[in-house]
């Protein structure tokens, strides 16, 4: 009882956290829906061009989670802030980073795909507008997980709640024009989720200059040098958890890539129920970080059976959770497509689409608690080379046959995204046992 009532304490807040996170892609792709099918699909080609390395990145920062409440729970917390302000260092060169990458390879890869012209320009648009966003939001990232390695997950779920309002009204105004301001249409959508991001970081900032016992590390009170020694240990923790992200996310944009072949009103209507799924998805991820947080707790405290029975707790909870949603999302697809769009043609295909969402959601359902149980345990190495087996190697080429030869045609990809996302599963439960022995043999 004591177990599920910690448990639920950190896994709500970060929920709603998550849930509002997502919120901004949600609410991107139902107001661009009810511009036109072309700014929903530039909107998703943009985002699906995006979200992989911005996924991956923000992965990376959220390596400091796993090692930051192993800190904590090891009463080590002098050792916390020093290493807090390192990750700003990370941010920024990772912010740099992907806005050269993003300028050297986006035209070559919107040259590639071939799209109609306005989708490009959208596009292009949206991933121009949104790079603005970019220098805040890992900074904020760095102060989220800051703040949640400490189990004070309640305080990142009221700013992140306190963004969502914002970008819905920023993506109102530049999106369908108010105030003065013209109609960007689909590329509003990124003004409006990059001035969500900024927002975002003055709340964070806010937050740990205030609140204890966030205060009392007086993050900015120092002038920090570059420590290299502490980058590559620290990174040696969060690249492979960012590489993990990089392969899962980017596996999803590949397969929206691909829906190009098959016309707008397919890209259309997979990228709404990507969205959709993405906002479910949210479960079953926030159980992976509270995970995270509990096991890297009880994992530095040296209470291996604790953080054992929480893993239990996750697992059973969200199949339980995620089980009962799909079903009654079974019932109600008509409904749901009908939030997404008003064209009869994208609302039948996504009708389509919906119902491989519910397999996929059991699938996520097994696969994402193993993999924040293991981040728990700073193991994070192998779950990559996981990764790219099971979405890459097995996944992608199934969803090709599936499509091609199989005759599912775009729905053929939604199979390699189910069948990657089981073969990761069982890949993450054999490698969770032999690491939950191998720990109790090291505190024998």
Request: proline content about 4%; aromatic content about 14%; charged content about 10%.
């Amino acid at each position: 009882m004591k177990k599920g009532k910690q448990f639920f304490k950190v896994l709500l807040p970060i929920f709603i956290t998550q849930v509002s996170l997502t919120a901004t892609g949600f609410f991107d792709t139902i107001m661009a829906g009810h511009l036109s099918e072309q700014d929903l699909a530039g909107v998703a080609v943009g985002s699906n061009l995006f979200m992989p390395f911005f996924g991956m990145f923000l992965g990376i920062i959220s390596g400091l989670t796993p090692v930051l409440s192993q800190l904590y729970g090891a009463g080590k917390q002098e050792k916390i802030a020093p290493i807090t302000r390192q990750g700003f260092f990370w941010a920024l060169a990772l912010t740099a980073v992907l806005l050269v990458f993003g300028v050297l390879v986006t035209p070559i890869v919107l040259t590639a795909l071939a799209l109609e012209p306005r989708v490009e320009e959208i596009a292009r648009g949206y991933l121009v507008a949104i790079a603005f966003g970019l220098p805040p939001i890992f900074l904020a990232g760095v102060l989220r997980n800051f703040i949640d390695a400490h189990g004070k997950t309640q305080l990142t779920m009221r700013i992140t709640i306190l963004t969502v309002p914002f970008n819905i009204f920023f993506n109102y105004v530049f999106m369908y024009g108010a105030f003065g301001v013209p109609a960007f249409g689909g590329v509003g959508a990124g003004i409006g989720s990059a001035c969500a991001f900024l927002g975002n970081l003055f709340l964070n900032v806010a937050a740990v200059s205030r609140i204890e016992p966030f205060r009392s590390y007086r993050l900015f009170a120092v002038l920090p040098r570059i420590d290299l020694a502490e980058w590559r240990k620290q990174l040696g923790v969060g690249i492979p958890i960012g590489a993990t992200f990089f392969c899962e996310q980017s596996i999803f944009g590949a397969v929206a890539l691909f829906m190009t072949a098959y016309g707008t009103a397919v890209v259309a209507a997979h990228q709404a129920a990507m969205s959709f799924t993405t906002v479910i998805y949210m479960i079953p991820l926030s159980v992976s970080m509270a995970l995270t947080i509990l096991v890297g707790y009880e994992v530095g405290a040296k209470r291996l059976d604790d953080a054992a029975a929480y893993i239990r707790l996750g697992r059973v909870l969200t199949f339980a959770f995620e089980g009962s949603l799909a079903l009654i999302f079974l019932m109600i697809r008509g409904p749901i497509a009908s939030l997404f769009t008003t064209s009869p043609d994208v609302h039948e295909l996504l009708v389509g689409f919906l119902l491989y969402a519910v397999f996929l959601q059991f699938a996520d359902s097994l696969n994402a608690p193993l993999q924040g149980a293991l981040r728990g345990y700073k193991d994070v190495r192998v779950t990559f080379y996981l990764a790219i087996l099971s979405y890459w190697i097995i996944g992608l080429p199934l969803g090709y046959v599936a499509a091609h030869a199989g005759g599912l045609g775009p729905y053929g990809y939604w199979v390699s995204l189910i069948g990657g996302v089981l073969v990761g599963a069982v890949c993450l439960h054999l490698r969770l046992r032999r690491v939950q022995k191998k720990m109790m043999r090291m505190t024998m």
